[in-house]
């Protein structure tokens, strides 16, 4: 749908489904949207459309992977605990739907990566705000996010920072709710006003059913993980009561994760693939995981910390390729049959 909107308004200069149709705002990500109306204008055609915005989407998880690795270089992250990251980032069910279906979700976690590096890993500058603005027209809600993912730096007392930060969020978020009233005289877009009612939204019992789901993805996603750091930390208490010292870098990893799963209680279940609205959050949950990792295991003999590695990675790339990267694959056909 987001690459009809784009090619018609590539074509034809106007926000609607076709050039005959009535304005609307048919589309989940302004800047997923302007892109691919770039593309457009290169007329590539339906199966090329699909194409090109399946490689904005793959470049998007190479984005992401550089900027993990950055990050992962400035938590000390050991060789091991690094390159599980970056596998299991790129190999994950849910990054590998994303870019099969040449969605958005990778925009918004490299724009995200990209915001919290420059804001907590280095010296903040013109980088932070440009990362701060791609990363609002990724998704609606990527207001909610950047609050929590901003929010760390007031318990780091870095007030003038959050300011201008949080000055910067609310102008753009304001930008944007401005030119949709003006347009399209809505304060919010018709794809969330959609998603509100039947079938994507439920009434009682079925609603908390789909908020407890939605709030257990990103958890069956890394249970391995997690279930590896929760024997540790049994194993190592001392080790565990030592972290305090790196509360800092440890909030700032788990503010992501964070958002996203009270994001979930409110929005419930998503009818695509496993993992795709807690996205945001997998890239930092492996960090989480990897900082802890590192810590926790510490006291291991090199080979048993490496085999324990090992067999958390295996598990958790067999439960995404299972559960998201399946789902998502077994609906993409080729651009000849679809037209059949």
């Given at each position: 749908i987001t690459l009809a909107f784009a090619r018609t308004f590539a074509e034809h200069g106007r926000l609607a489904l076709t050039g005959a149709s009535d304005p609307v705002e048919g589309f989940s990500s302004p800047a997923w949207f302007l892109l691919n109306a770039a593309a457009a204008r290169l007329h590539p055609g339906f199966s090329g459309a699909i194409a090109l915005s399946q490689a904005?989407?793959?470049?998007?998880?190479?984005?992401?992977?550089?900027?993990?690795?950055?990050?992962?270089?400035?938590?000390?992250?050991?060789?091991?605990?690094?390159?599980?990251?970056?596998?299991?980032?790129?190999?994950?069910?849910?990054?590998?739907?994303?870019?099969?279906?040449?969605?958005?979700?990778?925009?918004?976690?490299?724009?995200?990566?990209?915001?919290?590096?420059?804001?907590?890993?280095?010296?903040?500058?013109?980088?932070?705000a440009l990362a701060a603005l791609v990363f609002l027209s990724a998704r609606f809600e990527a207001i909610f996010f950047y609050g929590v993912l901003i929010a760390p730096l007031l318990l780091q007392r870095r007030w003038r920072l959050a300011l201008l930060m949080a000055g910067l969020g609310l102008a753009a978020f304001g930008a944007q709710e401005w030119l949709r009233w003006d347009l399209f005289g809505q304060l919010l877009p018709n794809t969330v006003l959609a998603k509100m009612h039947a079938p994507y939204s439920f009434p009682g019992a079925a609603a908390l059913q789909s908020r407890l789901e939605a709030l257990g993805e990103l958890g069956v996603l890394t249970a391995p993980l997690a279930v590896t750091v929760l024997f540790l930390a049994?194993?190592?208490?001392?080790?565990?009561?030592?972290?305090?010292?790196?509360?800092?870098?440890?909030?700032?990893?788990?503010?992501?994760?964070?958002?996203?799963?009270?994001?979930?209680?409110?929005?419930?279940?998503?009818?695509?693939?496993?993992?795709?609205?807690?996205?945001?959050?997998?890239?930092?949950?492996?960090?989480?995981?990897?900082?802890?990792?590192?810590?926790?295991?510490?006291?291991?003999?090199?080979?048993?910390?490496?085999?324990?590695?090992?067999?958390?990675?295996?598990?958790?790339?067999?439960?995404?390729?299972?559960?998201?990267?399946?789902?998502?694959?077994?609906?993409?056909?080729?651009?000849?049959?679809?037209?059949?």
């Open positions: 904005f989407a793959a470049l998007c998880m190479m984005a992401s992977s550089v900027l993990l690795f950055l990050i992962g270089r400035r938590l000390s992250l050991s060789a091991g605990a690094l390159a599980a990251v970056l596998i299991l980032f790129a190999l994950s069910g849910p990054a590998i739907a994303e870019t099969a279906n040449g969605m958005e979700m990778g925009l918004l976690a490299a724009s995200g990566l990209a915001l919290v590096y420059t804001l907590y890993f280095r010296p903040p500058g013109p980088a932070a049994i194993c190592a208490p001392d080790r565990l009561r030592a972290l305090t010292s790196d509360r800092r870098d440890l909030l700032v990893l788990a503010a992501p994760v964070i958002a996203v799963e009270l994001f979930a209680l409110v929005t419930g279940k998503n009818q695509g693939y496993l993992g795709r609205m807690a996205f945001l959050g997998l890239p930092f949950a492996l960090l989480l995981f990897a900082r802890l990792f590192d810590a926790l295991a510490g006291g291991l003999r090199a080979d048993v910390r490496r085999a324990l590695l090992a067999v958390a990675c295996i598990a958790t790339l067999q439960i995404g390729l299972t559960l998201s990267a399946s789902t998502a694959l077994s609906g993409v056909s080729p651009p000849a049959r679809m037209m059949a």
